[in-house]
């Protein structure tokens, strides 16, 4: 392994994070008839893999959070209950917007030294 492979793996683990955190933002906002039905924010979760004396991540798994939805009444929406309640996907929009932009700049720490090591190949070999 070598610093294209550890700064490739990283990259492609924040490319799960960044769709992951689309995918809570599209679902954000949206009704759903029961609590059980109703989208709960998701998650990935890394492990730490070390091959060649080198540390990188991979992602493990995609786990669904722990927040609750919000039961809300809005007796005018088609999918409310008897009582004119219904339950909104369990999505914080702040928190995943300052998740969106956190990894967007550590997928381009890792684009930077991916150029980083690009230049330093290209230089060694033109004084060669």
Known sequence: MNVFDVAGRAMSAQMVRLNTTASNLANARTDYASEDEAFRAMRPVFRSVVEDN?????????????????????PTNPIADEEGYVWEAA??????????????????????????????????????
């Open 54 to 74: 080198l540390a990188t991540v991979d992602v493990e798994r995609i786990v669904k959070t722990d927040a609750a939805p919000q039961r809300r009444h809005d």
């Open 91 to 128: 999505v914080d929009e702040t928190a995943e917007l300052i998740d969106m932009l956190e990894t967007a700049r550590n997928y381009q720490n890792n684009v930077q030294v991916l150029q980083t090591a690009k230049s330093l190949i290209l230089e060694t070999v033109r004084n060669q």
